[in-house]
C-alpha cells in the first residue's frame, strides 16, 4: 500500500498553511491557516473494509522545564514522547483520497466539534485536548485535524507522521471515548495493511 500527498513531499518541510502555528518576529508563533494535507493512497489489500488515518509527532519534550521559555533551548537529548495531530476513522474502503483543507479550515478555540466528520466519517480527540487543559481561553475536546506547532525553542526539528491503516471492519469498535489510546487499542488485530508519509516543522529561527 503507498501513501502521498501533493501538499508535501515524503521528508520535507510541511507548508506554514497546513501548521497550527507559524514563526513571527514579534511574539515567536502567529496562528496559520491549520489546513489538513491532501492525502491519497493505493495499493489496499483484499478484504479492506475501511481505513483509519492517524497523525503523530514522536518528538514532543518529555518535560516541560525548558518549553517555549525566553533564553533556553529545548535539548536535543530529553527523551521524547508521541503527540497526536489527527485520527480520522471509518473512510470508506472505495474512498482513496482526501482533500487539502477538506477537514480543517482555520483554527477553532476550544477546539472542533466531533465526533462526527464529513461524508459519515468519525473524527478522534487529538492531543491538543490535554496540552491546553490548563488555559481557560482555549480548553476544550480538540477533534480532527490540528497541525503542527511545536516549541519554538525546540533543538530538534520535529517529525509528522501520517499512517493510513487498511481495515478488516467497516467501523472500528472503539471502547470509550475516541482518544489515541483508546483508537490504538481498537486497531490492534483489525489492520491488513499500512502506510507512512512524514513530513517536518520546526518554529525555532534558529533552524529555519
Known sequence: MQLHSRSFQQGERIPGRLAFCVPDAGSHVALSDNLNPHLAWSGAPEGTLSFALLCHDPDVPSRGDDVNQEG??????????????????????????????????????????????????????????????????????????????????????????????ALDVAKLPVSGALTPANVLAALSGHVLASASLSGRYTLNPRLL
Open 72 to 165: 533556553r533551548e529545548v535539548p536535543a537529548e530529553l527523551p521524547r514522547v508521541d503527540f497526536y495531530h489527527w485520527l480520522l476513522l471509518d473512510i470508506p474502503a472505495e474512498q482513496s483520497e482526501i482533500a487539502e483543507g477538506g477537514h480543517s479550515v482555520g483554527v477553532s478555540a476550544r477546539g472542533k466539534s466531533g465526533p462526527e466528520a464529513p461524508q459519515g466519517l468519525r473524527h478522534g480527540i487529538n492531543d491538543y485536548t490535554g496540552w491546553f487543559a490548563g488555559d481557560t481561553a482555549m480548553a476544550g475536546d480538540y477533534y480532527g485535524y490540528d497541525g503542527p506547532c511545536p516549541p519554538w525553542n525546540d533543538s530538534l526539528e520535529h517529525r509528522y507522521v501520517f499512517t493510513l491503516y
